[in-house]
């Protein structure tokens, strides 16, 4: 991983806080490329904190839930006029940095100051859940990490041993399909012993939501967009009219375009494309140019505008 520096290199903190930021829902391997982007325009977080909200934004563009990147600036602005380019070294202090929750600060405090803490994420509750074979409401994951610290924390390599757990769950013991044969912890594992097969799932069919979407366009090779759709993720984002497959619809009086697979961050949606060339529009839509560069436009929207671009 780019993010991982020697322990007494200075960009320690910022690559750890910006891989963390960038690493909130969303996946190690699309974030790659934007941690290499972002760190070879900013070369450290005074660079950073000095940019603007426009340029973050747009260098962002793609990864998804934009209001990290908001945050992200503003962090870097209070740790650099605040606290001398400095991680706070309580979780209660980096907590009020914006943006960081309790996973981020104790991931921060463990990563940056090798202090003996795991951030308790989806991967961590899962091998806690399996060694004990218990579900995973059944446990006190901070009482349990306090109470076994003197053994989890043997080697006070702590900062190598937080990333090295959260991997061990991504890569060994993975939601589907643990690789329980090569595991090293497999003596000890209540959930394999109590199971004399695990079962593998072959199929590792990926999950597709329908969704419809709907372009209205004319003549002047504009597009009609909204801010206000009804899908959580892209909020405050221009879109065309989107609609989940299930509600019913009456599309006769649309053409179809095209099908095609799209992802968001941690989303996989399958898209049937519509439009049709109308000069009225509902209410809450204004018009853009299709090829208008100078605008930002989400990367999901770029999408669709290249397909209707076709059109003309
Ligand atoms: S033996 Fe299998 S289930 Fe148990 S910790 Fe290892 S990978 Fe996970």
Request: proline share 4%; with cysteine.
């Amino acid at each position: 991983m780019p993010w991982r520096v020697n322990k007494k290199s200075p960009k320690k903190l910022y690559y750890r806080l910006l891989s963390e930021f960038m690493l909130q829902q969303t996946q190690v391997k699309t974030v790659i490329p934007y941690f290499l982007k972002f760190t070879k325009k900013f070369k450290n977080l005074r660079s950073l904190s000095r940019s603007s909200e426009k340029k973050i934004i747009k260098l962002w563009e793609g990864l998804g839930y934009y209001s990290r990147a908001k945050n992200l600036l503003r962090t870097s602005r209070i740790l650099v006029k605040h606290y001398n380019s400095i991680l706070p070294k309580t979780v209660k202090d980096i907590k009020k940095l914006p943006g960081v929750g309790d996973y981020t600060a104790n991931a921060l405090l463990g990563l940056v100051y090798n202090k003996p803490t795991i951030a308790v994420d989806g991967n961590v509750k899962r091998v806690f859940s399996r060694l004990l074979n218990k579900k995973q409401d059944y446990i006190n994951f901070d009482q349990l990490i306090e109470m076994n610290k003197k053994n989890l924390f043997k080697t006070k390599r702590n900062s190598d041993f937080v990333e090295a757990f959260m991997e061990f769950g991504a890569l060994i013991c993975k939601p589907k399909n643990p690789k329980c044969e090569i595991c090293c912890l497999k003596k000890n594992c209540k959930y394999l012993n109590s199971y004399s097969k695990i079962k593998i799932n072959k199929n590792k069919m990926i999950k597709y939501k329908n969704y419809n979407i709907f372009c209205y366009l004319n003549k002047r090779k504009q597009i009609a967009l909204t801010k206000k759709n009804n899908l959580g993720f892209l909020n405050n984002f221009n879109l065309p009219e989107i609609q989940e497959t299930k509600k019913r619809i009456n599309i006769s009086k649309w053409k179809f375009l095209k099908s095609y697979k799209n992802s968001i961050s941690n989303k996989k949606l399958n898209i049937n494309l519509y439009y049709k060339f109308s000069n009225k529009i509902p209410e809450k839509f204004k018009w853009h140019y299709i090829e208008n560069k100078k605008e930002f436009i989400p990367t999901f929207t770029k999408k669709i505008l290249n397909q209707v671009s076709t059109l003309f």
